[in-house]
């Protein structure tokens, strides 16, 4: 058994999260409590922090061989999604945002449209810009609290893109795709020629009564060209390593991606990286069982006490992982009267529910409005951490609501 109940204290250690000097980028508040970047505050499984232990003992981190990774990967991924995976189809890559990166750089040409479903986790905008292709955004449906895939609007408005880029399931809402709903996206990209990469960076931690479906699995039917990238960073809370899997649905695509990679000299995993993914891929399966639902837990935790004692916020799906966001859309009226009467405590309009809840409530999350201009009335909650501190940042946020 795993005690998620006690949190990490990572402050004073080189955690971003912990950062007084990125909280208060953020919110205002140095010393405001942190619940934004995804990395959990707990602890990661017993045989990868051996293997951590056995490297850093060890003390020589030379160049490294991990022959069994792939083969550990499959593994993995048969045991949790019950998906097989061809090993001629797998290749690691630096991170994930690196490898969606290079794939974007690989399969699309410049001013090629790329669908992303908003809100969104920013990098991804940020990718497709700074990268000179063109971003077209999908808006998911927002019906009574919740965010659901809108398959006719998505039938038009999907029409001109070259790619469509998937994050499932999906940050930062933690929305939960269907199968049915993954098998329509693939079988019209396949009619239109369209690619579809899937970011399923959260996927092992789907919560309880929630099944994920990997795109590469689908694809195979549909016979569509994909790329699903997988990692282990959040699944195991080991982020910093900047570790991911892709999977491509031929071998061709597979090639060129290689090429492009090799060119830039990243194609082989670091030291630690390598020790501490096999371990995750092993022999961590227990943890991950016990994690999937101790978040569930505290996503059900914040629902029934925004619900009693916060009505004014409403947590949405929060299906999956450790970000959920919250709407906030009811005391934004509010909000704004107290940047009025008290500018010095705010940025102006920027990052406004951040600056009240890290000012007024000493609590960090990341704003709305980092997910995409129109999603400034939400804020998005990290609850990775001891029920007890999820506990400490409602009372806050409670506290601060009530004093508007
Ligand atoms: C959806 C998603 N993709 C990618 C990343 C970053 O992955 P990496 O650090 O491996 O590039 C994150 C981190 O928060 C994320 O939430």
Redesign the pocket.
């Known amino acids: 058994m795993y005690d998620f109940d006690k949190a990490v204290d990572r402050s004073n250690t080189s955690s971003i999260k912990w950062s007084k000097a990125a909280i208060k980028a953020i919110c205002g508040n140095e010393n405001a409590l942190p619940y934004w970047?995804?990395?959990m505050d707990l602890v990661t499984s017993k045989a990868i922090h051996n293997a951590m232990m056995k490297s850093a003992n060890f003390g020589v981190a030379g160049y490294a061989e991990h022959p069994n990774l792939t083969n550990d990967f499959i593994s993995f991924v048969f045991r949790k999604h019950n998906w097989a995976v061809d090993k001629n189809s797998v290749t690691y890559s630096q991170?994930?945002?690196?490898?969606?990166a290079l794939a974007l750089q690989t399969f699309t040409k410049k001013g090629d449209g790329v669908l992303i479903m908003y809100p969104t986790?920013a990098?991804?905008f940020d990718m497709t810009r700074k990268n000179e292709r063109r971003v077209i955004e999908y808006d998911l449906g927002y019906k009574d609290g919740l965010f659901y895939f809108d398959k006719e609007r998505y039938e038009r408005e999907s029409r001109d893109a070259k790619l469509i880029l998937l994050?499932s399931p999906h940050?930062p809402s933690g929305l939960v795709f269907s199968q049915e709903e993954i098998e329509f996206i693939l079988t019209l990209a396949k009619e239109r020629g369209q690619l579809v990469f899937s970011?399923e960076?959260?996927a092992d931690l789907v919560h309880p009564g929630n099944t994920h479906t990997p795109l590469g699995k689908l694809s195979e039917k549909t016979g569509t060209k994909s790329i699903t990238?997988m990692?282990p960073?959040?699944t195991f809370n080991i982020?910093g390593e900047?570790?991911?899997m892709a999977i491509f649905s031929d071998r061709d695509m597979l090639s060129a991606f290689k090429r492009e990679q090799q060119k830039l000299y990243l194609d082989s995993p670091g030291f630690f990286i390598g020790e501490i993914a096999e371990a995750a891929y092993t022999d961590s399966d227990e943890e991950n069982r016990e994690l999937c639902e101790y978040l569930s837990g505290n996503a059900a935790f914040i629902r029934s006490y925004l619900e009693c004692e916060i009505p004014e916020i409403k947590l949405v799906n929060a299906n999956a992982s450790f970000?959920a966001f919250l709407d906030c859309s009811s005391i934004l009226d509010k909000v704004r009267k107290d940047r009025d009467k008290n500018p010095e405590l705010y940025d102006g309009d920027n990052n406004l529910l951040a600056h009240f809840f890290g000012m007024r409530a000493g609590i960090c999350m990341n704003d709305g409005s980092w997910f995409g201009k129109k999603y400034s009335s939400f804020v998005r909650l990290n609850y990775g951490t001891s029920r007890e501190m999820v506990k400490v940042a409602l009372d806050r946020m409670k506290k601060a609501v009530r004093e508007l």
Do not use: T
Request: proline share 4%; hydrophobic share 50%.
């Open positions: 970047v995804a990395d991170g994930l945002l690196h490898g969606l986790y990098p991804f994050c940050n970011d960076i959260h990238f990692a960073s959040k982020a900047h570790f991911a970000v």
